[in-house]
């Protein structure tokens, strides 16, 4: 069961960014997913969550700059980031659980894979 994470990078306040995660070892369809983000110095927080019955939930600070999606076919799932700013700094995280929990989220306790993390930089 792998999740490999790839998309960020350095970019400037304003721009956007396309975050990508493959899923091999297991079926993403059948999965919730989440993508969760780690600045310096901060605890993991949630951005943005699809549970599997497809119902969307993003923080705050995602909401309306973010989007997150799955390609099922290519067992993939994406973070669209637009409007980027320097506090949207960190190492970015796809994660995915297939236990078929009650509730799905934005805790990092709710998924049991997690990719290995792709850096975004945003510069001001």
């Known amino acids: 069961v792998q999740l490999q994470a790839s998309g960020g990078g350095l970019v400037q306040a304003g721009g956007s960014l396309r975050l990508s995660c493959a899923a091999s070892g297991f079926i993403l369809d059948y999965s919730a997913i989440g993508w969760f983000r780690q600045a310096p110095g901060k605890e993991r927080e949630g951005v943005s969550c699809?549970?599997?019955?497809?119902?969307?939930d993003y923080s705050d600070s995602g909401k309306g700059r973010f989007t997150i999606s799955r390609d099922n076919s290519a067992n993939t799932m994406y973070l669209e980031m637009n409007s980027l700013k320097p506090e949207d700094t960190a190492v970015y995280y796809c994660?995915?659980?297939?236990?078929?929990?009650?509730?799905?989220?934005?805790?990092?306790?709710?998924?049991?894979?997690w990719g290995q993390g792709t850096q975004v930089t945003v510069s001001s």
């Open positions: 699809i549970t599997r019955g497809g119902i969307t």
């Open positions: 994660a995915a659980d297939d236990r078929n929990l009650l509730n799905y989220g934005l805790e990092a306790y709710e998924y049991n894979y």
